[in-house]
């Protein structure tokens, strides 16, 4: 069993920056792919970025290419998501997943374990 639990997020203006940790409970978490997702009101559940086991390997939507940053600390069982230059429409619950396969994926039916979430409110 797997827990996670995100905490960072609140409400910002458009422009600055927020970075997400999301920390895992376990002592395999270097074994766990990581990934962010995020859903906005009346939305689905939408990927956002993953990271490889090591941190040798990440993955973005085209959304966020360029503003946020995924990486992981494993000695900290921890994965963080540093957003830079947010814009209102990235307004969502967001919430980290672990994929025990080991194959970084977008797709949000690999993952296996799922954290409560944290809000993220840009204004404008």
């Known amino acids: 069993q797997v827990q996670l639990v995100e905490s960072g997020g609140g409400l910002v203006q458009a422009g600055v920056s927020l970075r997400l940790s999301c920390a895992a409970s376990?002592?395999?978490?270097?074994?766990?792919?990581m990934g962010w997702f995020r859903q906005a009101p009346g939305k689905e559940r939408e990927f956002v970025a993953a990271?490889?086991?090591?941190?040798?390997?990440?993955v973005y939507a085209d959304s966020v290419k360029g503003r946020f940053t995924i990486s992981r600390d494993n000695a900290k069982n921890t994965v963080y998501l540093q957003m830079n230059s947010l814009k209102p429409e990235d307004t969502a619950v967001y919430y980290c997943?672990?994929?025990?396969?080991?194959?970084?994926?977008?797709?949000?039916?690999?993952?296996?374990?799922w954290g409560p979430g944290t809000q993220v409110t840009v204004s404008s």
């Open positions: 997943a672990a994929d025990l396969s080991g194959m970084v994926t977008k797709f949000k039916s690999q993952y296996d374990y």
């Open positions: 990271i490889s086991r090591r941190g040798l390997s990440t």
């Open positions: 376990g002592r395999t978490f270097s074994t766990y792919v």
